[in-house]
């Protein structure tokens, strides 16, 4: 168990819905990185979120969107689907610096 | 934007052997990390190098950073059946805050 909670493990839905991935970070951490992993791909950073606010932004979609709550738990929220989301969602979280990432387990997106 | 070439994608060896993958870029990078995922697990961390040159060892696992700071490697000496996994390295530099940049992995397969 690396500390990292996510909500829920898997998760399919089809095409056109809107889905709630829920992350919570490890005691301690104020920071929460999103992360997309498609199948034979490396993992693209889409969203950095520091102590509730947005700190960085990859190359995160439009219909896609993400919050830190004051309790540092995040959400990622994803809408109007699309066959091509389907992948791994992973968060992690760092004291503040890149070098203390620890990964949860993800979670598996199956858009039908 | 910045990329990283990991290679090889992917490697079949014996139980015993020694193993060796890399990772370039065009872009010169702070940090090198190499982390390792096991299937439906999140990456975990194996090593972390913070200066051009270094050579850090953690138990069987050795990586360098390289001297232009535009590569890495990681060594597996006498492969073992749980060294199975997908190795990722992954570079940061100052300008991209927290952010991470990902190679594509290398599927490490371990015959008994």
């Known amino acids: 168990d690396s500390g990292v909670t996510q909500t829920p493990k898997h998760l399919i839905t089809a095409t056109g819905q809107r889905v709630t991935l829920r992350c919570s970070p490890r005691?301690?951490?104020?920071?929460v990185y999103w992360y997309q992993q498609s199948l034979d791909q490396g993992l693209q950073f889409l969203i950095q979120?520091?102590?509730?606010?947005?700190?960085a932004k990859g190359n995160i979609l439009e219909r896609f969107s993400a919050q830190q709550f004051p309790d540092l738990h995040s959400e990622l929220n994803l809408s109007s689907l699309e066959l091509g989301d389907s992948a791994l969602y992973f968060c992690a979280s760092s004291p503040g610096t890149a070098y203390g990432y620890t990964f949860g387990s993800g979670t598996r997106l199956t858009v039908v | 934007g910045q990329q990283l070439n990991q290679s090889p994608q992917s490697m079949f060896i014996q139980e015993g052997e020694d193993v060796s993958m890399n990772c370039t870029s065009s872009?010169?990078?702070?940090?090198w990390l190499w982390y390792k995922q096991d299937p439906g697990e999140g990456p975990v961390l194996l090593i972390a190098?913070?200066?051009?040159?270094e050579l850090t060892s953690n138990g069987r696992l050795t990586a360098q950073f390289g001297i232009t700071r535009k590569d890495s490697f990681l060594n597996i000496s006498a492969s073992i059946p749980s060294d199975v996994g997908i190795y990722f390295c992954a570079g940061h530099v100052e300008t991209s805050g927290s952010r991470l940049t990902f190679g594509e992995g290398t599927q490490l397969t371990v015959n008994p």
């Open positions: 005691s301690g951490d104020l920071s």
């Open positions: 979120y520091y102590n509730g606010e947005e700190r």
């Open positions: 190098l913070y200066k051009a040159g």
């Open positions: 872009s010169i990078f702070n940090t």
